[in-house]
């Protein structure tokens, strides 16, 4: 079988595993965490790249994943993370909360962009996250606009949010950016909501008409 036919028997797949599900009918996919859904005026948008740069590596993107998956869990839909550099550790997380999550362990950056390719074509998760965070700024500078700007195509056709989270603003194409400004301190964990406070700012908004009015 060649390289098409094995990428359709893929996509039949994942279809049959994770039907689209309906949410509600909204321009956004609200995530319940105040200060991310309080950035993004509503939640993230559906129909559109939303790059969340996070300058520290331990800034607290990794919390903000399992996060995002206990919404997901919480409001039935489906999560698919793309882990640019196998470095998610679901141990943290029980057995039910994994029921809602599609982890894709790659090894480079690139092999990430594929993936993420490959999965918002048909839109069968609401939320497509792609966790570039601790590929080497190096690695990550090499995945051409062109990339960006097809992804950004794709998405704009399905009812699906697509976070891509980078240490350094890369992506020409995201119709949003928001900078993590965070640095953990041990009195932070003493605070109770410590991961729905996360610091956030807005760096640019520039979403199109077909996210601002595509509901479902």
Aim: net charge positive; proline share 5%.
């Amino acid at each position: 079988m060649g390289t098409s036919g094995k990428v359709v028997d893929l996509r039949n797949l994942l279809a049959e595993r994770f039907p689209r599900m309906q949410l509600p009918g909204s321009a956004h996919l609200r995530t319940r965490l105040s200060s991310l859904d309080q950035a993004t005026g509503g939640g993230l948008p559906k129909r559109a790249i939303t790059e969340l740069i996070s300058p520290q590596v331990s800034a607290g993107s990794a919390s903000l994943i399992y996060e995002l998956l206990q919404s997901a869990y919480r409001d039935r839909y489906f999560l698919t993370l793309i882990d640019g550099r196998d470095s998610f550790d679901p141990q943290p997380l029980g057995n039910a909360l994994l029921r809602n999550l599609l982890w894709i362990r790659c090894g480079k950056a690139m092999e990430a962009i594929k993936a993420a390719d490959l999965l918002l074509r048909d839109g069968n998760f609401p939320l497509v996250i792609v966790d570039l965070v601790l590929n080497p700024v190096e690695e990550t500078r090499k995945i051409p606009q062109t990339s960006w700007y097809r992804l950004q195509r794709l998405v704009e056709a399905v009812p699906t949010a697509c976070l891509v989270l980078t240490r350094q603003s890369m992506i020409s194409s995201a119709q949003l950016k928001i900078v993590l400004d965070n640095r953990w301190a041990l009195e932070t964990f003493e605070q109770a909501n410590t991961i729905s406070r996360l610091p956030m700012r807005l760096q640019r908004s520039h979403l199109s008409q077909v996210a601002i009015a595509g509901a479902d």
